[in-house]
Protein backbone atom coordinates (compact mmCIF):
# COMPACT_ATOMS: atom_id res chain seq x y z
CA UNK A 1 0.00 0.00 0.00
CA UNK A 2 1.26 3.36 -1.03
CA UNK A 3 2.21 5.88 1.70
CA UNK A 4 0.31 8.79 1.50
CA UNK A 5 2.23 11.91 1.48
CA UNK A 6 1.61 14.08 4.72
CA UNK A 7 -0.04 17.45 3.66
CA UNK A 8 1.61 20.06 6.46
CA UNK A 9 5.01 18.31 5.37
CA UNK A 10 3.59 19.80 0.98
CA UNK A 11 2.37 22.97 2.75
CA UNK A 12 5.45 23.76 4.93
CA UNK A 13 7.98 23.25 1.76
CA UNK A 14 6.25 25.18 -0.51
CA UNK A 15 6.21 28.00 1.95
CA UNK A 16 9.49 27.95 3.04
CA UNK A 17 10.32 27.87 -0.37
CA UNK A 18 8.34 30.71 -1.72
CA UNK A 19 10.20 32.75 0.60
CA UNK A 20 13.23 32.56 -0.13
CA UNK A 21 12.66 31.72 -4.05
CA UNK A 22 11.01 33.31 -6.87
CA UNK A 23 8.60 31.30 -10.02
CA UNK A 24 11.83 30.12 -11.75
CA UNK A 25 13.52 28.60 -8.59
CA UNK A 26 16.34 31.64 -8.07
CA UNK A 27 17.41 32.95 -4.38
CA UNK A 28 14.38 36.24 -4.52
CA UNK A 29 16.86 39.61 -4.32
CA UNK A 30 18.34 40.36 -1.06
CA UNK A 31 19.40 36.99 -0.13
CA UNK A 32 22.53 36.59 -1.71
CA UNK A 33 23.47 39.61 0.27
CA UNK A 34 22.07 38.49 3.57
CA UNK A 35 23.92 35.29 3.17
CA UNK A 36 27.13 36.78 2.06
CA UNK A 37 27.22 39.51 4.97
CA UNK A 38 26.69 36.44 7.44
CA UNK A 39 29.84 34.99 6.63
CA UNK A 40 31.70 38.37 7.32
CA UNK A 41 33.48 38.44 10.60
CA UNK A 42 35.24 41.59 12.39
CA UNK A 43 38.74 40.36 13.31
CA UNK A 44 38.18 42.50 16.68
CA UNK A 45 35.00 39.59 17.51
CA UNK A 46 37.47 37.05 17.03
CA UNK A 47 39.92 38.27 19.29
CA UNK A 48 38.03 38.59 21.74
CA UNK A 49 36.39 35.07 21.87
CA UNK A 50 39.49 34.29 21.77
CA UNK A 51 40.94 35.41 24.84
CA UNK A 52 37.69 34.63 26.30
CA UNK A 53 38.57 30.97 26.24
CA UNK A 54 42.16 32.01 27.09
CA UNK A 55 40.89 33.43 30.62
CA UNK A 56 38.16 30.18 30.81
CA UNK A 57 41.22 27.83 29.80
CA UNK A 58 44.61 29.75 31.18
CA UNK A 59 46.49 26.78 30.30
CA UNK A 60 45.60 25.82 27.29
CA UNK A 61 47.99 24.98 24.01
CA UNK A 62 46.79 26.11 20.79
CA UNK A 63 45.45 22.90 19.40
CA UNK A 64 43.62 22.42 22.72
CA UNK A 65 41.90 26.03 22.14
CA UNK A 66 40.77 24.73 18.46
CA UNK A 67 39.49 21.92 20.06
CA UNK A 68 37.40 23.85 22.56
CA UNK A 69 35.88 26.67 19.67
CA UNK A 70 35.50 23.28 17.49
CA UNK A 71 33.28 22.37 20.44
CA UNK A 72 31.27 25.40 21.06
CA UNK A 73 30.87 26.31 17.34
CA UNK A 74 28.92 22.30 16.96
CA UNK A 75 27.14 22.95 20.11
CA UNK A 76 25.75 26.41 19.17
CA UNK A 77 25.10 25.44 15.44
CA UNK A 78 22.95 21.86 16.74
CA UNK A 79 21.19 23.88 19.34
CA UNK A 80 20.41 26.81 17.48
CA UNK A 81 18.41 24.44 14.57
CA UNK A 82 16.96 22.68 17.00
CA UNK A 83 15.22 25.69 19.15
CA UNK A 84 13.85 26.90 15.94
CA UNK A 85 12.81 23.95 14.86
CA UNK A 86 10.60 23.33 18.32
CA UNK A 87 8.64 26.78 17.96
CA UNK A 88 6.61 24.91 15.28
CA UNK A 89 5.02 22.99 18.03
CA UNK A 90 4.38 26.49 20.40
CA UNK A 91 0.64 27.28 20.45
CA UNK A 92 0.13 30.63 18.16
CA UNK A 93 3.10 29.76 16.12
CA UNK A 94 2.21 28.31 12.89
CA UNK A 95 4.38 27.29 9.89
CA UNK A 96 4.46 30.33 7.64
CA UNK A 97 6.07 32.37 11.38
CA UNK A 98 8.10 29.54 11.83
CA UNK A 99 9.48 29.98 8.52
CA UNK A 100 11.27 33.95 9.43
CA UNK A 101 12.75 32.11 11.99
CA UNK A 102 14.27 29.35 9.81
CA UNK A 103 15.76 31.90 7.60
CA UNK A 104 17.08 33.74 11.55
CA UNK A 105 18.23 30.24 12.28
CA UNK A 106 20.09 29.56 8.67
CA UNK A 107 22.68 33.45 9.31
CA UNK A 108 23.18 32.38 13.06
CA UNK A 109 24.15 29.37 10.78
CA UNK A 110 27.01 31.03 8.84
CA UNK A 111 27.81 33.59 11.77
CA UNK A 112 29.00 30.78 14.05
CA UNK A 113 31.01 28.92 11.13
CA UNK A 114 32.20 32.36 10.20
CA UNK A 115 33.58 32.83 14.17
CA UNK A 116 34.67 29.34 14.38
CA UNK A 117 37.05 29.19 11.50
CA UNK A 118 38.63 33.03 11.65
CA UNK A 119 39.39 31.68 14.90
CA UNK A 120 41.33 28.92 13.43
CA UNK A 121 42.93 31.28 11.18
CA UNK A 122 43.79 33.09 13.83
CA UNK A 123 45.30 30.74 16.06
CA UNK A 124 47.44 29.79 13.17
CA UNK A 125 48.47 33.65 12.52
CA UNK A 126 46.15 34.80 10.19
CA UNK A 127 44.87 38.15 10.82
CA UNK A 128 41.84 38.82 8.76
CA UNK A 129 41.42 42.66 9.45
CA UNK A 130 39.65 42.96 6.10
CA UNK A 131 36.13 41.17 7.03
CA UNK A 132 35.63 40.72 3.04
CA UNK A 133 38.35 38.72 2.60
CA UNK A 134 37.56 36.66 5.83
CA UNK A 135 34.64 35.61 4.32
CA UNK A 136 35.88 34.91 1.02
CA UNK A 137 38.13 32.15 3.30
CA UNK A 138 35.07 30.93 5.31
CA UNK A 139 33.16 30.35 2.21
CA UNK A 140 36.49 28.64 0.73
CA UNK A 141 36.67 26.62 4.30
CA UNK A 142 32.21 25.82 4.02
CA UNK A 143 33.39 24.36 -0.25
CA UNK A 144 35.91 22.00 1.28
CA UNK A 145 38.38 20.83 -1.58
CA UNK A 146 37.16 22.93 -4.12
CA UNK A 147 36.64 26.06 -2.27
CA UNK A 148 40.50 25.69 -1.10
CA UNK A 149 41.89 24.65 -4.24
CA UNK A 150 40.47 28.25 -5.82
CA UNK A 151 42.05 30.11 -2.60
CA UNK A 152 45.13 28.38 -3.62
CA UNK A 153 45.28 29.88 -7.05
CA UNK A 154 46.10 33.50 -5.54
CA UNK A 155 49.19 32.25 -4.78
CA UNK A 156 52.41 30.79 -6.62
CA UNK A 157 53.00 28.66 -3.41
CA UNK A 158 49.44 26.69 -3.34
CA UNK A 159 51.45 24.07 -5.30
CA UNK A 160 55.17 24.37 -3.57
CA UNK A 161 54.50 22.53 -0.88
CA UNK A 162 53.65 25.20 1.65
CA UNK A 163 51.28 24.76 4.23
CA UNK A 164 47.70 26.29 3.50
CA UNK A 165 47.79 28.22 6.96
CA UNK A 166 51.15 29.77 5.09
CA UNK A 167 49.95 30.58 2.00
CA UNK A 168 46.69 31.86 3.20
CA UNK A 169 48.44 33.98 5.52
CA UNK A 170 50.53 35.46 3.00
CA UNK A 171 47.76 36.63 0.33
CA UNK A 172 45.13 37.44 2.58
CA UNK A 173 46.91 39.30 4.28
CA UNK A 174 48.25 41.76 1.56
CA UNK A 175 46.28 44.93 0.96
CA UNK A 176 46.17 44.48 -2.64
CA UNK A 177 45.75 40.69 -4.47
CA UNK A 178 45.90 40.58 -8.33
CA UNK A 179 43.02 38.27 -9.35
CA UNK A 180 41.39 38.42 -6.21
CA UNK A 181 37.77 39.99 -7.09
CA UNK A 182 37.75 36.58 -10.00
CA UNK A 183 38.38 33.83 -7.53
CA UNK A 184 36.44 35.31 -4.68
CA UNK A 185 33.45 35.36 -7.10
CA UNK A 186 33.99 31.62 -8.34
CA UNK A 187 34.11 31.16 -4.95
CA UNK A 188 30.82 33.44 -3.62
CA UNK A 189 28.73 31.59 -6.84
CA UNK A 190 29.69 28.17 -5.94
CA UNK A 191 29.30 28.72 -2.18
CA UNK A 192 25.45 30.07 -2.68
CA UNK A 193 24.68 27.55 -5.04
CA UNK A 194 26.06 24.61 -2.33
CA UNK A 195 24.35 26.61 0.68
CA UNK A 196 20.91 27.12 -1.07
CA UNK A 197 20.53 23.51 -2.24
CA UNK A 198 22.16 21.79 1.42
CA UNK A 199 20.32 24.80 3.76
CA UNK A 200 16.71 24.31 1.77
CA UNK A 201 16.56 21.04 2.68
CA UNK A 202 17.23 22.27 6.27
CA UNK A 203 15.41 25.10 6.20
CA UNK A 204 12.00 23.02 5.07
CA UNK A 205 12.66 20.65 7.95
CA UNK A 206 12.84 23.79 10.79
CA UNK A 207 9.37 24.72 9.49
CA UNK A 208 7.72 21.64 10.08
CA UNK A 209 5.12 21.43 12.35
CA UNK A 210 4.46 18.55 15.26
CA UNK A 211 7.92 18.41 16.70
CA UNK A 212 9.62 17.31 13.76
CA UNK A 213 11.38 20.50 13.04
CA UNK A 214 13.50 20.27 16.44
CA UNK A 215 14.83 17.03 15.10
CA UNK A 216 15.56 17.55 11.66
CA UNK A 217 16.75 20.89 12.27
CA UNK A 218 19.30 19.94 15.32
CA UNK A 219 20.09 17.55 13.02
CA UNK A 220 20.93 18.90 9.74
CA UNK A 221 22.98 21.80 11.19
CA UNK A 222 25.06 19.49 13.50
CA UNK A 223 25.77 17.28 9.91
CA UNK A 224 27.31 20.27 8.41
CA UNK A 225 28.69 21.91 11.45
CA UNK A 226 31.03 18.51 11.54
CA UNK A 227 31.48 18.71 7.60
CA UNK A 228 33.01 22.19 8.45
CA UNK A 229 35.01 21.58 11.29
CA UNK A 230 36.61 18.53 8.91
CA UNK A 231 36.88 20.54 5.90
CA UNK A 232 38.89 23.60 8.46
CA UNK A 233 41.28 21.10 9.87
CA UNK A 234 42.16 19.76 6.90
CA UNK A 235 42.68 23.49 5.08
CA UNK A 236 44.46 24.58 8.01
CA UNK A 237 46.65 21.32 8.58
CA UNK A 238 48.44 20.83 12.08
CA UNK A 239 48.03 23.56 14.62
CA UNK A 240 51.08 25.61 15.67
CA UNK A 241 53.40 24.57 18.83
CA UNK A 242 52.61 28.26 20.18
CA UNK A 243 49.91 30.51 19.98
CA UNK A 244 50.72 33.60 17.29
CA UNK A 245 51.04 37.25 18.10
CA UNK A 246 49.37 39.01 20.33
CA UNK A 247 47.64 36.18 21.73
CA UNK A 248 50.20 35.06 23.65
CA UNK A 249 50.49 37.67 25.21
CA UNK A 250 47.19 37.53 26.27
CA UNK A 251 47.66 33.99 26.98
CA UNK A 252 50.81 34.79 29.19
CA UNK A 253 49.23 37.87 31.23
CA UNK A 254 48.99 35.15 34.06
CA UNK A 255 52.51 33.83 33.34
CA UNK A 256 51.30 30.23 33.68
CA UNK A 257 53.34 27.48 32.41
CA UNK A 258 52.15 25.07 29.76
CA UNK A 259 53.55 22.06 30.59
CA UNK A 260 51.94 19.33 32.15
CA UNK A 261 48.14 20.51 31.18
CA UNK A 262 45.41 18.13 30.30
CA UNK A 263 42.88 20.40 28.83
CA UNK A 264 41.16 19.02 25.32
CA UNK A 265 43.27 16.71 22.60
CA UNK A 266 46.12 17.37 20.97
CA UNK A 267 45.77 18.19 16.83
Known sequence: MARRSNPAVRIAQETAHNAMFDADGKPKPGVHNM?????????????????????????????????????????????????????????????????GLSAAATVGFLEATALYATSLAELHGIRLTNPEKAGTMVMAIMLGEEGTALLGTLSGQAAGGAKPADVWGNVLSRSSIPGFGSVRKRIQNAFLKNLLKRQGTALFGRALPFGIGAVVGGAGNLVMGRAVAKNAREAFGPMPDTIPGELTAAAGADNLTLEGNTLGSQR
Open 35 to 99: LLKAVQVQRPLVVAYIRRLQKKHPRATAAQLADIAERDYLRAVAGGGALVGATAVVPGVGTVASL
